[in-house]
Nanobody
């Protein structure tokens, strides 16, 4: 059983930056593909980014490509999401998640393929 705890959310002005962290415990962190998803009010949870076991492969939704960067530190059992040039439409609850599926499987974009989830952290971008 893997426990995930996000932190780093908050209120920021448009154009600003935030760095989210997700600390994992209770499992072999380096064996999981890690992902970030987000959910705005009255919308479904959507894929944001994912990273392979070693960190050598990263994947992004088109809406955040070039602005967000996912990374991981397996020694610290932590995955990060650096968010730059934030826009009001980035406002959402951000969740980190872990999946046993390989990064090359094609499943990493689908929330139902993730095995473990954090509780989420709110990100609000004001205009």
């Amino acid at each position: 059983q893997v426990q995930l705890v996000e932190s780093g959310g908050g209120l920021v002005q448009a154009g600003g930056s935030l760095r989210l962290s997700c600390a994992a415990s209770g499992g072999t962190f380096s064996s999981y593909t890690m992902g970030w998803f987000r959910q705005a009010p009255v919308t479904s949870r959507e894929f944001v980014a994912a990273i392979s076991w070693s960190g050598g492969n990263t994947y992004y939704a088109d809406s955040v490509k070039g602005r967000f960067t996912i990374s991981r530190d397996n020694a610290k059992n932590t995955v990060y999401l650096q968010m730059n040039s934030l826009k009001p439409e980035d406002t959402a609850v951000y969740y980190c998640a872990a999946t046993r599926h390989a990064y090359y499987s094609g499943y990493i974009y689908y929330r139902d393929k993730y095995d473990y989830w954090g509780q989420g952290t709110q990100v609000t971008v004001s205009s």
